[in-house]
T-cell receptor, first 114, second 114 residues
Framework: AQTVTQSQPEMSVQEAETVTLSCTYD???????LFWYKQPPSRQMILVIR??????QNATENRFSVNFQKAAKSFSLKISDSQLGDAAMYFC???????????FGTGTRLQVFP | DAGITQSPRYKITETGRQVTLMCHQT?????MFWYRQDLGHGLRLIYY???????DKGEVPDGYVVSRSKTENFPLTLESATRSQTSVYFC?????????????FGPGTRLTVL
């Protein structure tokens, strides 16, 4: 069975600085998708970024980028120029190409200090 | 309103009572999902549905029942609520297209079982 591990329950960063959130996963499959979701205090789940496993190029969305290391089964999220609005819970998630079910990590709470 | 909605947003009930959480989406997405979010566990899949009249168990289905008679609705019923079912419940939906299969989440329902 696939698993997703987020080993950092909490992280903090100063405004305008860069922070990296870690995620590792375990799978025997070669074709899958990885996601980072943001959950602000409103509880709404918001997709931040997505990576297809067959793509070697790391995904980027504005200030958000990933470091996808397929061999190491690592999928970290880098937030550049952190803003107060980035404060939230961040969840890493895995989806096999054969199913539509998401498997989530336990989340990392990010605090942003002015 | 367009999108995915859940009702009620908050619910308090007593042990042994039946509770139904509603989920409605306006996109005609094929897939719909129910997750529960608990501290230390992230989001865990309860049930999902690939189309009307097709449902399947997720990771934590015990104590829950679902139905999907119409594409746009996916109610979740707790037949006899227990304290361990106190949680935040999220409904989500996604399209069938494997290349564009982002899951869109509803706002969540906070359920408390006394």
């Amino acid at each position: 069975a696939q698993t997703v591990t987020q080993s950092q329950p909490e992280m903090s960063v100063q405004e305008a600085e860069t922070v990296t959130l870690s995620c590792t996963y375990d799978t025997s499959e070669s074709d899958y998708y990885l996601f980072w979701y943001k959950q602000p205090p409103s509880r709404q789940m918001i997709l931040v970024i997505r990576q297809e496993a067959y793509k070697q190029q790391n995904a980027t969305e504005n200030r958000f980028s990933v470091n996808f290391q397929k061999a190491a089964k690592s999928f970290s999220l880098k937030i550049s120029d952190s803003q107060l609005g980035d404060a939230a819970m961040y969840f890493c998630a895995y989806r096999s190409a054969n199913t539509d079910k998401l498997i989530f990590g336990t989340g990392t709470r990010l605090q942003v200090f002015p | 309103d367009a999108g995915i909605t859940q009702s009620p947003r908050y619910k308090i009930t007593e042990t042994g009572r039946q509770v139904t959480l509603m989920c409605h989406q306006t996109w005609s997405h094929s897939y719909m999902f129910w997750y529960r979010q608990d501290l230390g566990h992230g989001l865990r899949l309860i049930y999902y549905s690939a189309a009307a009249d097709i449902t399947d168990k997720g990771e934590v289905p015990d104590g829950y029942v679902v139905s999907r008679s119409k594409t746009e609705n996916f109610p979740l019923t707790l037949e006899s609520a227990t304290r361990s079912q106190t949680s935040v419940y999220f409904c989500a939906s996604s399209d069938r297209d494997p290349g564009n299969n982002e899951q869109f989440f509803g706002p969540g329902t906070r359920l408390t079982v006394l």
